[in-house]
């Protein structure tokens, strides 16, 4: 894994035009589907970083699935990497999943083209942080209520609703195992971020 | 079984036993924590046999000889934590062996607004380009 040189990345060293690098956060409660939405649109495994350590995540940190590591005192995310036509590389971060590493988030979104919360609707206040941390710092985002087993079970008015979130902020439905639904939820949010830049 | 020059080597499910500050040597952040997590970095084939090299810096030009590595992707793949990796990349660059490139993030005026938003031309191309996934 450590040397795994994919086609996209091979350059000869004195390449003078580096890709253009973006990135979409995807944000979401613990166990929400990040890693797996991320998963199926990457065009690299999705990876596991450590972005700070503490003491407080001790046994309790969301690893992302990826939990071999001895030593607890780390935040971990998961990321994923898509290749677009003409030099352009698209980061897809997931955040730690719980609201107590919210302090991280400023780093993984400065910069960013916008958002995506992943909703559980059966564990919807698991997305109130991220909802209000967009909301709060003015970055665009769009709701999907994942369906885990392909059946919409709430209405997405009645999840607006619950959530709270203006009419401006796109809804949709998604399912994180489909390439198919994630592309969607990617474009809904750079055509967000674009209608913000119009307007 | 250690390798004192690669202590890496067959590692691959054991912790990460170094500090932190040891491996950057004893410094923080300074310069380097602006630097965004999807920076590219690329270093020359070779770099990484230049003398004197920690096993860390070593590492991070190997992964990064000859193709583009993000920040983050340096960080995961030698289970360093971000910081340490930000601290070890601009202090390789500012040394020569690697090349940091910034085009399309924050740091990058060309695809940024003075609030930090992201250009029209670039988010249509970013667009297109997941249409055409």
Known sequence: MA?????ATVAPSDTPLAPTVVKIVIAGGFAVGKTTFI???SDIDPL???AAMTEHSVGVDDAGGVTDRKTTTTVAMDFGRIALPGALWLYLFGTPGQDRFLFMWDDLVRGAIGACVLVDTERLDQCFPAVDYFEGKGIPFVVCVNCFDGVARHKLEDVREALGVPPEVPMMYTDARER?????ALIAVVQLAMQRLKS | MTDILDPYKGADDEAYTVRPYAVTGGRVSGASKGLPLEAL????????NARGLTPEKRKILQLAAGQYQSVAELSAHTRLPLGVVRVLVTDLAEENYLTIHTSGTADDEATHDANGGLSLSLLESVLDGIAAL
Request: no cysteine; charged share 10%.
């Open chain 1, 3 to 7: 040397s795994q040189p994919s086609n």
């Open chain 1, 39 to 41: 998963g199926s649109i």
């Open chain 1, 48 to 50: 596991n970083t450590e």
């Open chain 1, 180 to 184: 198919s639904a994630t592309k969607q």
């Open chain 2, 41 to 48: 970095v690329q270093a020359d084939s070779g770099a990484q």
